[in-house]
């Protein structure tokens, strides 16, 4: 079977786990994190699950999946959310 495939890098663990939430919601068949750097992370807490400072995501789509549209709508989101953001600060 043929996937499309997504790679993102993220700054953040929380813009990750925004990002990953989003691409689930999206239709996402799979999502991987990677250390996008050299992070190691050594036996976490029980019952946590800590990512990196600076995490890659990977997600699969199948292969009829219009990944140009999804992109679209992921920036037009983020500018939305980052507008609400701004608004709440200063209102």
Do not use: H
Request: aromatic share 8%; net charge negative.
């Amino acid at each position: 079977m043929n996937w499309k495939q997504l790679i993102i890098r993220t700054c953040s663990s929380v813009d990750a786990e925004r990002i990953s939430d989003y691409l689930e919601e999206q239709g996402a068949l799979s999502i991987t994190f990677e250390d996008a750097g050299d992070e190691p992370l050594y036996e976490p807490d029980l019952g946590t699950s800590p990512l990196w400072k600076n995490t890659c995501l990977k997600a699969l789509f199948d292969a009829d999946f219009d990944l140009k549209t999804l992109l679209e709508n992921f920036s037009e989101s983020l500018v939305l959310e980052n507008r609400i953001k701004e608004r709440q600060q200063n209102g």
